[in-house]
Nanobody, 115 residues
């Protein structure tokens, strides 16, 4: 059974930092492109960042220079370090594991940026 378990969300003031973690089980982690997506209230889910099995990284323009995605294949875990957080970063952050014909999602972690 595939499980993606997010952790590290919470409430933070503007300008603050959070680190999200996603621990994967039931998949051959090193073969998957791992990603973080987010969904703000009333909006569609959007890509935040992805990291490929070979380490290729992609970010949405709005988080470039502030967020860093990384992976630890030995721990089957992907991370999202979020710095200089803004209120518009608020939303539910979802972990994703993807291969050409496979696609798995975590339950989501709430991130709220507010003073």
């Amino acid at each position: 059974q595939v499980q993606l378990a997010e952790s590290g969300g919470g409430l933070v003031q503007p300008g603050g930092s959070l680190r999200l973690s996603c621990a994967a089980s039931g998949i051959v982690f090193r073969l998957y492109t791992m990603g973080w997506y987010r969904q703000a209230p009333g909006k569609q889910r959007e890509l935040v960042a992805t990291i490929g099995s070979g380490g290729t990284i992609r970010y949405v323009d709005s988080v470039k220079g502030r967020f860093t995605i990384s992976r630890d294949n030995a721990k089957n875990t992907v991370y999202l370090q979020m710095n200089s957080l803004k209120p518009e970063d608020t939303g539910v952050y979802y972990c994703n594991a993807r291969m050409p014909t496979l696609d798995y999602w975590g339950q989501g972690a709430q991130v709220t940026v507010s003073s």
